[in-house]
């Protein structure tokens, strides 16, 4: 039985008479005793699916919900004069919840039986090799990353901006949990960018399965929730891999407004050159901080001075908004 042309509609008793199950692993197992719980295999891809995506999401988000509350963590807070608030919390909860269920939801449930249609496995087992998964994962990330960048740039034009897009930049300090914090129609727009990669692999390998598909939506909302998150540590990604933008990269597009619009990488906007009023800020902040260091200026000095350097940034951010907002389609 192939992987990908077996016909999945038939009694789920059937679905694995061929397989040798002393010859999987444990999570192989554990994914086929999850597809006979069910009469019909595409209703146990929808919900896991689902289940995955919620789980993951607020599972990543309280780490950061925890580190806000505590206030030795402010060091390496990004803006550290802006903590959200539990109100905050709360409100961008109801509306994260509500594009959940009434937009992701749907999208998710629908995003099975298309990318079945195309190939895509599901209950299938064993698993593909972790080194097929990897170039799977990896060219999702490119093409998430550029659809995000041409995307991010039109929701910035206009009415786009007014009407959907203003909505993610209530926020000037973001934080965890308003990573997924917009208009539904933006949700539905860029979420095409996560599920679009595996769509067009499908259409033209007709190889792939939903669990490298898990992976890489698991990889892809860890790094929208971190992005948002507001904190740099030492130890955060972009330190480690320096073409990683991070929450440092796009901390500067909520606060100023402008630049940084790619999601993963910082290559596009440098390619492109929408991150050369972050560099300038970037290089102006350095620069004071050298200074400021020279002649002794105390932490709480340096901190002022940051602070300084990036309300100026706000500001001139404010005004690109408004001129922004002005703009009609014609």
């Known amino acids: 039985m192939s992987n990908v042309t077996a016909p999945i509609h038939r009694a789920t008793e059937f679905l694995y008479s061929d397989v040798d199950f002393t010859s999987l692993n444990w999570l192989e197992l554990k994914w086929a005793q ?17 289940l995955l995506h919620e789980i993951v999401y607020f599972g990543r988000c309280i780490p950061w ?27 961008c909860t109801k509306l994260v919840l509500f594009s959940h269920f009434t937009i992701e939801l749907p999208q998710i449930w629908f995003f099975h039986p298309i990318a079945e249609y195309f190939g895509l496995a599901t209950w299938q087992i064993p698993f593909p090799h972790w080194r097929t998964m990897f170039g799977q994962i990896a060219l999702f990330f490119i093409f998430e ?32 949990l308003a990573a997924e914090y917009s208009h539904p129609i933006e949700v539905l727009v860029l979420g095409m960018g996560t599920i679009g990669g595996p769509l067009i692999y499908c259409y033209f ?4 399965h939903i669990f490298t598909v898990y992976i890489w939506v698991t990889l892809r909302l860890f790094q929208a ?16 891999l320096p073409f990683w933008a991070g929450a440092e990269h796009h901390d500067y597009h909520h606060m100023a407004f ?3 619009f790619a999601s993963s990488f910082r290559y596009l906007d440098f390619i492109f050159g929408t991150d050369e009023r972050y560099r300038a800020h970037k290089a102006r902040l350095r620069k004071a901080k050298e200074a400021a260091k020279q ?15 990036n309300e100026e940034s706000e500001k001139v951010g404010l005004a ?5 907002e002005a703009k009609r389609l014609w």
């Open 295 to 309: 002649r002794g200026a105390t932490h709480e000095e340096q901190a002022a001075i940051e602070r300084t350097l």
């Open 145 to 176: 990353d550029f659809f995000h960048y041409c995307a991010h740039q039109l929701m910035h034009y206009g009415p786009l901006y007014k009407h959907i897009h203003k909505i993610h930049h209530k926020y000037s300090a973001p934080f965890g």
């Open 65 to 91: 919900i925890i580190i806000d509350a505590i206030p030795y963590f402010r060091r390496w807070k990004l803006q550290p004069n802006k903590v959200p608030t539990a109100l905050d919390e709360w409100e």
């Open 225 to 240: 929730v971190d992005s948002h998150s507001g904190y740099d540590f030492p130890w955060s990604l972009q330190h480690i």
């Open 34 to 50: 999850w597809y006979l719980l069910f009469d019909d295999p595409a209703i146990a891809t929808g919900l896991m699916s689902f």
């Open 205 to 208: 390998t007709r190889s792939l």
């Open 258 to 260: 402008m630049d940084n």
């Open 320 to 324: 690109a908004e408004a001129e922004a």
